[in-house]
């Protein structure tokens, strides 16, 4: 398949990590990343550190971009979209902006515009990602095959309906933070019990990510793979014990619902 060259319409904290995870994954017919943003010396620092190419401005990125990645936060949007609307022709459109779905990108373009949903999470940045695709777009299916492939080197892709983008990029958006915070507390633990904080960290890191990958690999359920590790009268049930009594999951469960929570 023939290269395409990626173009970022802002560069914040989500653009970089989805073209540092293009970048070192050397993904295949992926060509030159080029990006814009407000702040031009901030931007020429970060696309200098990461191997992409800056731009001035949006029609710079969209005269020399194949697909352009719409990166800014969601009330910019129509901002940044109106120099270059009408010029889309032969591009594709990919939004990470998130309550932006394929039905609110229809009522501003233009007709015929071929534009995608998305939602990626910061692990991107290794390939290690989440990267949902909105089930309804206006991709051909050859553009539909190469967005998915070339996702695909940032991480899993998931295909989710217009209904369920919100619960599904909450829980894989959202995620990354409150497993740091688990990460954290479980460093901090390490190190009030005498543990070098770097060690604990690692250790709490890499149980965290086996963990996961246990999962993955099995699909064995979440009760079942705790059971496993808690022995009748033993250390971890124990330490199960006094989580439930601290309400763990269902504050979990809360922290999610919050960010459902209508806004107003």
């Known amino acids: 398949m023939a290269e395409k060259n990626i173009g970022f319409l802002g560069f914040g904290n989500m653009a970089q990590a989805m073209a540092q995870g293009f970048l070192q994954k050397d993904t295949p017919a992926c060509g030159e990343i080029r990006a814009c943003a407000k702040r031009w010396e901030k931007l020429q620092a970060s696309t200098e550190r990461l191997g992409a190419i800056p731009c001035r401005d949006s029609l710079e990125v969209l005269e020399q ?19 270059i609307k009408d010029k889309l022709e032969g591009k594709v459109l990919l939004s990470v902006a998130a309550g932006w779905p394929f039905s609110r990108f229809e009522e501003i373009l233009p007709p015929g ?45 998931e295909t989710v309906a217009a209904a369920q983008m919100d619960i599904a990029g909450t829980l894989s958006g959202c995620g990354p933070a409150y497993a740091a915070m688990f990460l954290e507390a479980l460093g901090d633990a390490g190190v009030l019990h005498g543990l070098p904080r770097e060690l604990s960290y690692r ?18 359920h979440p009760g079942a793979m705790k059971d496993a590790v808690c022995s009748p009268g033993g250390t971890t049930i ?14 979990v469960t809360d922290a999610i619902t919050a960010v459902l929570q209508p806004k107003g």
């Open 65 to 83: 971009s194949d697909i352009l990645i719409l990166a800014v936060k969601p009330y910019l949007i129509e901002e940044v979209l109106a120099p």
């Open 113 to 157: 515009v071929h534009h995608l949903s998305i939602m990626p999470n910061t692990p991107v940045a290794i390939g290690e990602g989440v990267v949902l695709l909105e089930e309804e777009h206006s991709l051909s299916q050859e553009e539909h095959t190469y967005i998915t492939e070339l996702l695909a080197s940032l991480g899993t892709v």
């Open 203 to 220: 250790l709490a890191a890499q149980m965290l990510a086996g963990t996961g990958k246990l999962h993955l690999a099995t699909g064995q």
């Open 238 to 251: 124990k330490g199960v014990a006094q989580l439930e009594r601290r309400g763990f999951r269902g504050t």
